[in-house]
């Protein structure tokens, strides 16, 4: 394996049409055992991938909390815990230590695109785990937040997400709303020199002939967010080139900023388009 343990790796995996069924992060615990976590349970799908291979599978959900802890002080937070190592941990890092007797798995992860940690541990002691977050942040300002904020810090940091900017492959009816890596951006993930894996194929074919699809992502004039809004090649409007699927104003950028997709040949960096955006008649 190309993830070594103690790393962490973001990865997609892909119906036999090369289209995305979800993205997630791959944790190498030990040698030889793995933990994956996903935006949606996706078992079956799991155990069908599985067959003919010597290799178990078991569905952790409900035995395992995470919380996480990001931004700029989430370090000086888990070091005012008592967290000893975490220092030595660098961006997909992974550890043990123990808390209250109990073990608890830090990664430098997060959805964020900010510097932090995601904790995991049983849900016996979570709470406890909560508490001593909060009393350790208390100087550093620590807050709770929602989905929201996690939203927006999400769309500032160009992260995707499913059933937002794209719709799973094993849940979509008609054909033609789902994408591939290579439409979403993350061309990066697909290793071509691997000799099989799903959607390989078709991966392939696409690679050779171009892409349909492009995920873009926008600086938009005004204040005004482009939620659901169209996308248009000229001024002039006419038929519509993509959508936008993600859309925030956002006060670390002082920018209203967008993430959407769009039609090749458009949609290349540095491309001038147009969104149609409706004012609320006052």
Same mark, same amino acid.
């Given at each position: 394996?190309?993830?070594?343990?103690?790393?962490?790796? !973001?990865?997609?995996?892909?119906?036999?049409?090369? =289209?995305?069924?979800?993205?997630?992060?791959? +944790?190498?615990?030990?040698?030889?055992?793995?933990?994956?976590?996903?935006?949606?349970?996706?078992?079956?799908?799991? =155990?069908?991938?599985?067959?003919?291979?010597?290799?178990?599978?078991?569905?952790?959900?409900?035995?395992?909390?995470?919380?996480?802890? =990001?931004?700029?002080?989430?370090?000086?937070?888990?070091?005012?815990? $008592?967290?000893?190592?975490?220092?030595?941990? /660098?961006?997909?890092?992974?550890?043990?230590?123990?808390?209250?007797?109990?073990?608890?798995?830090?990664?430098?992860?997060?959805?964020?695109?900010?510097? @932090? !940690?995601?904790?995991?541990?049983? %849900?016996?002691?979570?709470? =406890?785990?909560?508490?001593?977050?909060? $009393?350790?942040? /208390?100087?550093? $300002?620590?807050?709770?937040? $929602?989905?929201?904020?996690?939203?927006?810090?999400?769309?500032?940091? @160009? +992260?995707?997400? #499913?059933?937002?900017?794209?719709? %799973?492959?094993?849940?979509?009816?008609?054909?033609?709303?789902?994408?591939?890596?290579?439409?979403?951006?993350?061309?990066?993930?697909?290793?071509?020199?691997?000799?099989? +894996?799903?959607?390989?194929?078709?991966?392939?074919?696409?690679? /050779?002939?171009?892409?349909?699809?492009?995920?873009?992502k926008l600086d938009i004039e005004g204040n005004k967010e482009a939620h659901h809004s169209y996308i248009y090649a000229n001024k002039k409007g006419g038929k519509s080139i993509g959508f936008i699927t993600s859309a925030a104003w956002s006060p670390v950028c002082k920018q209203n900023i #967008?993430? @959407?997709?769009?039609?090749?040949? !458009?949609?290349?960096?540095?491309?001038?388009?147009?969104?149609?955006? !409706?004012?609320?008649?006052?």
């Amino acid at each position: 394996s190309k993830i070594k343990p103690g790393r962490v790796a !973001y990865a997609v995996w892909c119906d036999d049409e090369g =289209q995305v069924i979800d993205d997630g992060t791959i +944790f190498h615990l030990n040698e030889g055992e793995y933990r994956v976590c996903s935006q949606e349970r996706h078992m079956s799908w799991f =155990q069908a991938a599985a067959i003919g291979m010597d290799v178990s599978i078991v569905d952790e959900t409900e035995d395992i909390c995470g919380l996480a802890v =990001q931004g700029p002080t989430s370090f000086s937070i888990l070091k005012n815990m $008592g967290l000893d190592g975490v220092e030595n941990l /660098k961006p997909f890092g992974l550890m043990a230590l123990d808390f209250q007797g109990t073990e608890l798995m830090i990664s430098r992860t997060g959805f964020t695109g900010d510097l @932090g !940690y995601e904790l995991w541990i049983s %849900p016996n002691v979570a709470l =406890q785990l909560w508490d001593a977050l909060f $009393g350790a942040g /208390k100087f550093h $300002g620590i807050t709770a937040i $929602g989905t929201e904020a996690l939203e927006l810090a999400r769309i500032e940091a @160009g +992260f995707i997400a #499913a059933y937002i900017d794209f719709l %799973p492959a094993n849940v979509t009816v008609r054909s033609g709303r789902s994408r591939s890596p290579l439409e979403l951006g993350l061309a990066w993930l697909v290793d071509f020199k691997k000799p099989n +894996f799903n959607g390989r194929r078709a991966l392939v074919e696409e690679k /050779k002939r171009g892409s349909t699809w492009r995920f873009v992502k926008l600086d938009i004039e005004g204040n005004k967010e482009a939620h659901h809004s169209y996308i248009y090649a000229n001024k002039k409007g006419g038929k519509s080139i993509g959508f936008i699927t993600s859309a925030a104003w956002s006060p670390v950028c002082k920018q209203n900023i #967008a993430l @959407g997709t769009v039609r090749t040949p !458009y949609g290349k960096v540095g491309d001038k388009l147009y969104v149609e955006i !409706y004012y609320q008649l006052e």
